[in-house]
C-alpha cells in the first residue's frame, strides 16, 4: 500500500506539470486572436479612432481573424539543436539581415509623389466659349482724375511678398516731378488649391482694403487662364480705365526702371498705337509634350506664331490697350497669353516694336567674364525689364541702383527713346558671320 501511494503522487504530479505546459501552451497560442476580436468586435470609440485613419491601415490594425492561421500553427516547430545553431552563426549575417530589413522600411516608407495629368486641351476647347467671369473685387476709383501710367501686374494670391516689394520698389504709386501720376494693380484669380492659403478670400479682402490695388476675378488662376486674365484686363481698363494714357504690363518677378521707361516715353502721343517689349518673331508651337508650352496640332495647326512680346513685361499707349480690348473678344481664346496677345495685336493691324532694354528671358553671362555674376547696378541702370528675379534680389537692386553713392563707368542719362547700345559686336549663327546690337558693356564686367 505504501509504494501504492508513492507511484500516486509522483502521478499527480506528471498530471500536474502536464496541466499547467498545457495552459501556457494555449495561452500562447490563443492570446493574440482573442485580442484582435477584442480590437475588432470592441467598442464605438476603438472603432471612432480607427475611423479617423484611410481604410488601408483600418485593415493593418484590425487583421481577420480565421482560427487556423493562428501564430502557433504559422509558426514551425523547431528542435532545440537548431536553436543552437542560429545562436552560433556569425553576426555578419544578422547586421546585414537587418540592414536589408532596415533599408525595406526605408523604401516602403518613402512616399510617393503623384504625377501630374497632361492638360485636358479638348475640355478646353469645349469651354473656351465661356469668356465672361464676374469681377469679384474691383477698384473702381483707381483711374480717377488724369492718370499718366497704370502698373499691371500679373499676381496669384500666394505671392503676397512679391506684391509687397513692387509696393515698395519700382511700382511705387505716386505723383512724379512734373505731376505725371502712376498708379498700380495687381490681376488675380481663384486658387486653384484653396487648403494651400486659409482664408485666402479674407486675406485678399484685407489686403485690397489695406492697399486698394487688387483685382480679382471669378476664374481659376491657372497657367492656361492667364489669358482670361488678359482679355478681362482690357475689359476692365476699357470700361473703368479709359483715361490712361500708357500701361506697363509684367509678372511680379521681375525688375522695371520706371524712370528709363517714363524717359523713352517722352514725346509719344497716348492716343496713338504703341507697343512696345522684348518682341518675338517666327516663333514655333512646341509639340513636346514635356513642355510647359506644349500645344498639340488640333488646338493650333499653323507652323509659326505671329509676333507676340514676352509676358515679362512691356508697355503700350491706352489707344492701343483699347483697341486691343474688342479685337480679343473676336479672337478665338488660345492658352498661351503672350501668343494670344500677338494674335489680337494682328487683328488690329499693330506692329509690335522691339526694345533691347526689355530683358523678359533673363541676362545672359557674359562670355567675356563667365566666372563673374550678372548683378551690376551700373549695368541694370541702363535697361527698362530684367525678369526672373527673386524678392530679396528685387529688395536689394532697388536700393543699390538708389544709392546716392552709386558711382558707374559713365554718367549718362537713362536713355532716351529709341534705345541703342553702344557699338556692335560680331557674332556667328552657325552658318554665316552677322553683325548684332551688343548685348553689354564688356569694360562694365571687367571692371567690376
Not at 481604410?55 to 487583421?63: G, M, N
Not at 473702381?140 to 503676397?160: H, N, Q, R, W
Not at 509690335?352 to 551700373?378: K, N, W, Y
Not at 546716392?404 to 556692335?424: D, E, I, M, V, Y
Request: aromatic letters at 10%; proline letters at 6%; charged letters at 25%.
Amino acid at each position: 500500500m505504501r509504494r501504492i501511494h508513492i507511484k500516486g503522487d509522483v502521478l499527480c504530479t506528471l498530471i500536474m506539470l502536464g496541466l499547467l505546459c498545457l495552459l501556457l501552451y494555449a495561452h500562447q497560442c490563443f492570446t493574440p486572436t482573442w485580442d484582435t476580436w477584442h480590437l475588432e468586435q470592441g467598442s464605438t470609440s476603438s472603432r471612432a479612432l480607427l475611423g479617423a485613419l484611410p481604410e488601408s491601415y483600418v485593415t493593418k490594425l484590425v487583421p481577420p481573424t480565421h482560427p487556423d492561421k493562428t501564430k502557433c500553427q504559422s509558426e514551425p516547430q523547431s528542435h532545440p539543436k537548431s536553436k543552437l545553431q542560429s545562436k552560433s552563426k556569425p553576426k555578419t549575417k544578422t547586421k546585414s539581415r537587418s540592414k536589408s530589413k532596415k533599408d525595406e522600411g526605408t523604401k516602403k516608407a518613402a512616399p510617393v509623389l503623384p504625377t501630374q495629368p497632361p492638360f485636358d486641351f479638348e475640355g478646353y476647347l469645349r469651354d473656351k466659349d465661356n469668356r465672361d467671369f464676374r469681377l469679384l473685387i474691383d477698384q473702381p476709383g483707381k483711374c480717377s482724375g488724369e492718370l499718366y501710367m497704370l502698373i499691371t501686374i500679373k499676381s496669384v494670391a500666394a505671392d503676397f511678398e512679391r506684391r509687397q516689394v513692387v509696393r515698395h520698389t519700382w511700382g511705387r504709386e505716386g505723383v512724379l516731378q512734373d505731376g505725371q501720376t502712376v498708379k498700380t494693380v495687381f490681376l488675380l484669380g481663384i486658387p486653384r488649391n484653396k487648403t494651400a492659403l486659409p482664408l485666402w478670400d479674407r486675406l485678399l479682402a484685407y489686403e485690397s482694403h489695406t492697399f486698394g490695388d487688387i483685382l480679382l476675378w471669378d476664374f481659376d488662376d491657372t497657367f492656361f487662364n492667364l489669358t482670361l486674365k488678359e482679355t478681362h484686363f482690357l475689359q476692365w481698363v476699357n470700361g473703368s480705365c479709359s483715361n490712361v494714357q500708357f500701361i506697363f504690363k509684367g509678372d511680379a518677378d521681375v525688375y522695371v526702371n520706371i524712370d528709363n521707361i517714363l524717359q523713352m516715353l517722352k514725346g509719344q502721343k497716348p492716343d496713338k498705337d504703341l507697343f512696345v517689349g522684348d518682341i518675338i518673331h517666327h516663333a514655333r508651337p512646341i509639340r513636346r509634350r514635356s513642355s510647359k508650352y506644349f500645344v498639340p496640332e488640333f488646338v493650333y495647326g499653323q507652323t509659326m506664331y505671329p509676333s507676340y512680346a514676352g509676358g515679362g513685361g512691356f508697355v503700350m499707349s491706352g489707344h492701343t490697350a483699347r483697341r486691343l480690348s474688342g479685337a480679343c473678344q473676336q479672337v478665338e481664346l488660345f492658352p498661351i497669353d503672350d501668343v494670344f496677345l500677338g494674335m489680337c495685336l494682328k487683328r488690329i493691324g499693330v506692329k509690335p516694336s522691339r526694345h533691347e532694354g526689355f530683358r523678359t528671358f533673363g541676362i545672359v553671362r557674359p562670355s567675356a567674364a563667365p566666372h563673374l555674376q550678372v548683378f551690376d547696378p551700373c549695368f541694370y541702370r541702363e535697361l527698362m525689364v530684367v525678369h526672373s528675379l527673386t524678392v530679396p534680389q528685387i529688395w536689394l537692386m532697388w536700393n543699390l541702383l538708389h544709392d546716392p553713392q552709386l558711382s558707374c563707368h559713365s554718367n549718362l542719362a537713362p536713355t532716351p527713346w529709341p534705345f541703342k547700345w553702344r557699338g556692335k559686336v560680331l557674332g556667328t549663327t552657325g552658318q554665316k558671320e552677322t553683325t548684332v546690337e551688343q548685348d553689354y558693356d564688356v569694360t562694365v564686367f571687367v571692371k567690376h
